[in-house]
Every structure is written in structure tokens, then in C-alpha cells.
């Protein structure tokens, strides 16, 4: 576990990165295949969601060929109709409530000052703190595990995109991050 931190610290440091904008993941630049000698420019979505756009984008070409079904409307559904029940409120906020007594979430716990850091909302554009997600948990706004995964993730990305990597705050989104994912999977992965 540790050559793995250590591993994974050492290419951020060491290297540039770059954010999908669809499922928000974080990727070292020389790690994609093939690898991209500088970031590219405005919205970047990885292989895998460029993969499930275009299998989308195929089978709803498909679908518009076979028109329309016996009912008169389209042959395509919307993916949350199809998706199966997979939202569990409690152990969302079971594993929220963990990651805010974490000892390197106090960066994380409210909305950034707008005040005190003006110059970061020039750069991120949808900001995301465990409070947010708390209010989203307890207005039933998230419909799946997966939305706060993509919720946490977010603040994860934007803490990378903002903060440099030696400083206390992007030791502590790192750590954090890697805490999360180890927690997630092992609480819903497994299920």
C-alpha cells in the first residue's frame, strides 16, 4: 500500500494532470495511452466516457433507424429509468460523516470564502465541499451512491486543479482522496 501512495504522490508531483469532465477523475498526463505532452485546453473526457458516449451515440442511431416502438414513443430511454435502485441513504451518510471526522478534511468541511481566496472561483467553476454534499444528502438530492461519489470526487479535482500538490492543503486533498477511495469501495463495491 505504501509503494502505491508513495507511487501515486510522486506522479503528481512530478508531473502535469488533467481532469474528465464527465466522470471527473484525475489523470497524470504521460500515464493516458497515448500519453499527452501538455494539458489539453478547455473540456477533456477520458477514453472510458468517450467509449459510453459513442456506444450511446451508436445504439441511439440504431434506435432512430428502427423508429419509433408499438407505443408511438422513442425506442430510447433516459439511463436513470434502466439503472437499478442502487442508492443507499444510510451508509452515504455513514461514509460522509467519516470523511468529515477525517483528520485532513478541514480544508474541505465548508464552501471556500469568497471572500478570503476571491481568485478561486475564478478558476473553479462548480465548487463542492462536504457541506454542500450533506445538504444535497439530507434534501434526498443525490439519486444514487455514484452522485456523491461524483459529488466527493469533484472536490477532490477542484482541490488538484487549484491548490499545489506540496502544499498542506493538496498534501491533505491527496491523502483524503485516496482514504475516500479505499472507503468507497469497500463499502459499495462489495454490496
Given amino acids: 500500500k ?6 501515486v504522490r510522486e506522479a503528481v508531483v512530478s508531473t502535469q ?8 477523475k484525475n489523470f497524470h498526463l504521460t500515464c493516458l495511452n497515448p500519453p499527452l505532452y501538455k494539458p489539453p485546453r478547455g473540456d477533456w473526457t477520458c477514453h472510458q466516457c468517450n467509449n459510453h458516449r459513442n456506444t450511446q451515440v451508436s445504439n441511439s442511431a440504431r434506435n432512430s433507424k428502427k423508429g419509433r416502438n408499438r407505443k408511438g414513443g422513442s425506442d430510447v430511454v433516459d439511463l436513470r ?3 437499478p435502485s442502487t442508492y443507499n441513504h444510510d451508509l452515504c451518510l455513514s461514509l ?7 483528520d485532513c478534511a478541514w480544508p474541505f468541511l465548508s464552501p471556500v470564502d ?7 472561483y475564478r478558476y473553479i467553476k ?5 457541506e454542500t454534499c450533506t445538504k444535497k444528502l439530507e434534501g434526498n438530492k443525490y439519486a444514487t451512491n455514484d452522485d456523491l461519489l461524483k459529488d466527493v470526487r469533484l472536490i477532490f479535482n477542484n482541490c488538484h486543479k487549484f ?7 493538496g498534501q491533505a486533498g491527496l491523502a483524503l482522496s485516496c482514504y475516500f477511495e479505499k472507503r ?8
Fill in 2 to 7: 505504501q509503494w502505491y501512495l508513495r507511487r
Fill in 17 to 24: 494532470s488533467t481532469g474528465c469532465t464527465k466522470c471527473l
Fill in 81 to 83: 429509468q434502466r439503472r
Fill in 96 to 102: 460522509l460523516d467519516e470523511l468529515k471526522n477525517h
Fill in 114 to 120: 469568497k471572500h478570503q481566496f476571491p481568485e478561486y
Fill in 126 to 130: 462548480h465548487p463542492m465541499d462536504f
Fill in 163 to 169: 491548490n499545489e500538490d506540496e502544499s498542506e492543503v
Fill in 184 to 191: 468507497y469501495g469497500e463499502t459499495f463495491r462489495t454490496r
